[in-house]
């Protein structure tokens, strides 16, 4: 429990540190931001570290624990900052450190993992303090964090920004929950029971959820492929026109939104196709593990998507056209491949529960 409280009050130290640090005058220059960044993160690892390793059976997954959330609060500070919403505290890093967190999807990002991540990680603390099993969370976590990096760094490097050295600071946030989400991955129990292995032999006419999942997954199958051509330049009129009345964001300085669609087009819509495959051919045991995974990455993604189209600092030309049909468009379309990855990733996952419990009940 030591280990626990102490990864814990990590998260808080933040506060008084950024304070501190923003008074300083010789925190102006990226190579000493760098450098006290790497120092600080060094000893965020090593405390924790110490301490987990001394526990008789340590989860792997709390000597990173600290760091993740000590860097949830980071942003979460940085996102009320730069929405004016407290004093200047990140001033110093924003300025010099990584400027592209004060755009609007930094915003966003930043508030999603002040809020959700971190939110997450005192979940699995409190898991982990209880023995119970963390795993199916630690998934869509590890989806979440995965994608928000997968955006940002390349978004930050092509765009307007450039090169930051600072940048590199980020790259243990990407590297690191690859390797857990394998981790979890290769966790899995054999005797685990999903939906996919109960509804073996089923017809799909016979599983009408099933029937509407395949659905939404051509229609998002359909979407990412429209927006991913628009992010790559595709000047068909049925793509100019999306642009202009529904999701000019799209076309924003900043490259964020371009590089989040393209994500969703080299990414989800294999995973979309291995879904049907899945759904039309049941017992793919790895169904409820990936849905997770998507199911975290999807949310992530699009939270930071739509809160960019919206957002008050998005120039006006660039937020969504204020026409009523734009507006039901691009709220309907994006809402939905919001939601329905966190619904699809429950039909897996719960669906299992209940029927492992059915089985044990006889």
């Known amino acids: 429990m030591s280990a626990l409280v102490v990864i814990f009050l990590i998260s808080l130290i933040p506060f008084p540190l950024c304070y501190i640090l923003n008074t300083q005058q010789w925190m102006q220059e990226p190579v000493v931001i760098l450098v006290v960044g ?23 997954i709390l000597y990173v624990m600290g760091l993740f959330m000590f860097s949830s609060i980071i942003d979460l500070i940085i996102a009320l900052e730069a929405d004016g919403l407290i004093p200047e505290v990140m001033t110093f890093y924003l300025k010099d450190g990584e400027p ?21 990680c005192l979940w699995m603390l409190y898991a982990i303090s209880k023995g119970w099993s963390y795993r199916k969370v630690g998934l869509f976590w590890s989806g979440s964090i995965i994608n ?44 685990t029971l999903d939906s996919q292995c109960a509804d073996r032999g089923s017809s799909i006419w016979k599983r009408p959820l099933d029937i509407l999942f ?21 000047q068909e009129d049925i793509l ?11 076309n924003s300085p900043f490259a964020y939104p371009k590089v989040q669609l393209i994500v969703y087009l080299m990414y989800f ?12 051919n049941p017992g793919q045991v790895w ?32 937020r969504v056209p204020s026409q009523a049909h734009s507006q039901q468009i691009f709220w309907l379309l994006n809402i939905l491949l919001f939601i329905m990855p966190i619904l699809f990733a429950l039909r897996q996952n719960l669906s299992g529960k209940k029927s492992n419990s059915h089985k044990k009940s006889h």
């Open 38 to 60: 790497m120092v600080v993160l060094s000893l965020i690892v090593l405390v924790p570290f110490l301490l987990v390793r001394r526990m008789k059976k340590p989860e792997f």
């Open 100 to 120: 592209y967190l004060w755009t609007p999807y930094g915003t966003m990002i930043n508030y999603w993992d002040g809020t959700v991540h971190y939110g997450i």
């Open 148 to 191: 928000s990096l997968l955006v940002l760094v390349p978004g930050s490097v092509i765009g307007k920004f450039g090169v930051k050295v600072a940048i590199l600071l980020n790259l243990p946030y990407l590297f690191v929950p690859v390797w857990i989400a394998f981790r979890l991955l290769k966790s899995r129990q054999p005797t």
């Open 214 to 234: 395949i659905v939404y997954f051509l229609y998002a199958t359909i979407v990412d492929l429209l927006r991913g051509s628009i992010a790559l330049g595709g």
């Open 240 to 250: 100019v026109e999306y642009l202009e009345d529904h999701e000019p964001y799209i």
């Open 269 to 280: 819509v294999p995973y979309y196709a291995s879904a049907i495959y899945g759904l039309l």
């Open 287 to 318: 169904m409820s593990d990936w849905a997770l995974l998507y199911a975290g990455a999807a949310a992530q993604g699009q939270f930071s998507h739509i809160g960019g189209s919206i957002h008050p600092r998005t120039e006006a030309e660039f």
